[in-house]
């Protein structure tokens, strides 16, 4: 008995051609094309995330000339103490970014939940002071924390966040979110002669 007279004709046969291409279509589509667009969409991103780095890199870059020309201006003077934290060692230039980070959190109505001091890392002529905190508060406190960062006399560099919404009404901007975020500043490393 061969293959070609064993197979079903008419409806029955339509049907089990039917069937098979379906079974086709979805393996061509899980094994083949799904993988592909998974991909370019990853490539999209990643291309997209580039494009962005790169439009940032350029608008700093064109601010340059005008902060050498800040610098020369100063007198040569490239760091003021009032743009690095203020503290002879790493340690006093930690607790000094703590003190600022309450302050900070006083102010926008809300308290920090835990701070722990990061090790200090050399940055060229400077030492990279870091507090990994985490805070739990109303969204519109939390957004006032971090625009009194952004707004602080001493730059300060948010870096790791990351944000939990706690159950509820998500529309509601009250709503209770954890937060965790690193936060750094600087000081002058010839301060100790590290």
Not at 46 to 53: F, N, S
Not at 61 to 82: D, N
Not at 120 to 125: D, L, V
């Amino acid at each position: 008995m061969s293959i070609a007279t064993s197979l079903p004709d008419g409806p029955r046969g339509r049907a089990l051609a039917l069937g098979m291409m379906v079974i086709a279509v979805i393996i061509l589509w899980l094994g083949v094309l799904a993988p592909l667009w998974d991909w370019y969409d990853d490539r999209a991103e990643t291309l997209r995330r580039q494009t962005a780095l790169g439009w940032r890199m350029t608008a700093l870059i064109e601010t340059l000339p005008a902060l050498r020309k800040t610098v020369e201006e100063s007198g040569g003077e490239a760091t003021p103490s009032s743009a690095v934290l203020p503290g002879a060692t790493d340690a006093l230039a930690a607790a000094a970014l703590q003190q600022k980070l309450d302050a900070m959190a006083i102010a926008a109505g809300l308290r920090i939940g835990s701070a722990e001091i990061l090790p200090a890392q050399p940055a060229g002529e400077f030492r990279s002071i870091a507090v990994r905190i985490t805070v739990t508060a109303p969204w519109r406190a939390m957004v006032g924390l971090l625009r009194a960062m952004a707004e602080s006399d001493v730059p300060l560099v948010t870096d790791d966040l990351q944000v939990r919404a706690q159950p509820g009404n998500n529309r509601d901007s009250d709503l209770p979110v954890d937060a965790g975020f690193t936060v750094t500043g600087y000081r002058l490393a010839k301060a100790d002669g590290s």
